[in-house]
């Protein structure tokens, strides 16, 4: 395994991301699409060695807790943290699934200082969840499927109600998660947002 992490600065803060958007007021311009503006971001992370989370996604399965985990997606890696019962319910601080300061990067008055604290988890503070790390270096199978089984029939239509991920490490290990479509969004939203931030050497098909 590659370890990226070395090298990494602090987290992502307010006079941090000042800077960001000062230094990337040209590439940030209206013309620039949702998914532009948040790979500049990244590109941005990447190019001054900060590491942030940018995407947040749910898995759950019934039965219990024991496999319903947050899968955060940030700019080197997806970790994999346990829920709680207070997180199962609710989740501060991210809006369809953007984090905190990518979600910023899309707003026309970007004001850093109205995201609270409570509402920012760095990789570091992930990982103590229980957490572990899939880097992406390290990732040599990532396939999103669409749940077709899970398709229901009601007085409202037809829907599928969860899809599915597994991930192949390059070590032979290998992951399952179950992604509810009511807490993620659907096939189409999840696997054009990761495509977005995954590198190109890691295809989300």
């Given at each position: 395994?590659i370890?990226?992490?070395?090298?990494?600065?602090?987290?992502?803060?307010?006079?941090?991301?000042?800077?960001?958007?000062?230094?990337?007021?040209?590439?940030?311009?209206?013309?620039?699409?949702?998914?532009?503006?948040?790979?500049?971001?990244?590109?941005?992370?990447?190019?001054?060695?900060?590491?942030?989370?940018?995407?947040?996604?749910?898995?759950?399965?019934?039965?219990?807790?024991?496999?319903?985990?947050?899968?955060?997606?940030?700019?080197?890696?997806?970790?994999?943290?346990?829920?709680?019962?207070?997180?199962?319910?609710?989740?501060?601080?991210?809006?369809?699934?953007?984090?905190?300061?990518?979600?910023?990067?899309?707003?026309?008055?970007?004001?850093?200082?109205?995201?609270?604290?409570?509402?920012?988890?760095?990789?570091?503070?992930?990982?103590?969840?229980?957490?572990?790390?899939?880097?992406?270096?390290?990732?040599?199978?990532?396939?999103?499927?669409?749940?077709?089984?899970?398709?229901?029939?009601?007085?409202?239509g037809?829907?599928?109600?969860?899809n599915?991920?597994?991930?192949?490490?390059s070590?032979?290990?290998?992951?399952?998660?179950?992604?509810?479509?009511?807490?993620?969004?659907?096939?189409?939203?999840?696997?054009?947002?990761?495509?977005?931030?995954?590198?190109?050497?890691?295809?989300?098909?």
């Amino acid at each position: 395994m590659i370890l990226q992490e070395e090298g990494i600065c602090g987290a992502m803060d307010p006079g941090l991301f000042d800077k960001f958007l000062k230094e990337s007021k040209k590439r940030l311009n209206d013309k620039k699409s949702d998914s532009e503006k948040v790979r500049v971001f990244i590109d941005w992370c990447m190019n001054n060695n900060y590491e942030e989370v940018i995407l947040r996604i749910s898995s759950e399965e019934k039965g219990g807790w024991a496999r319903n985990y947050f899968l955060d997606f940030t700019t080197n890696r997806i970790i994999v943290s346990k829920k709680s019962l207070l997180t199962k319910f609710a989740d501060l601080g991210y809006v369809a699934g953007l984090a905190p300061y990518p979600y910023l990067v899309l707003l026309k008055d970007s004001n850093p200082s109205t995201v609270h604290s409570k509402a920012i988890s760095s990789p570091e503070e992930l990982l103590k969840l229980q957490g572990f790390s899939i880097w992406y270096s390290d990732i040599s199978e990532f396939v999103l499927r669409k749940g077709i089984e899970t398709l229901v029939t009601n007085m409202f239509g037809r829907a599928i109600v969860s899809n599915f991920l597994h991930i192949k490490t390059s070590s032979g290990k290998e992951y399952d998660f179950t992604l509810p479509v009511n807490k993620n969004g659907t096939y189409e939203q999840i696997r054009f947002w990761i495509g977005v931030i995954l590198p190109s050497f890691c295809s989300p098909y």
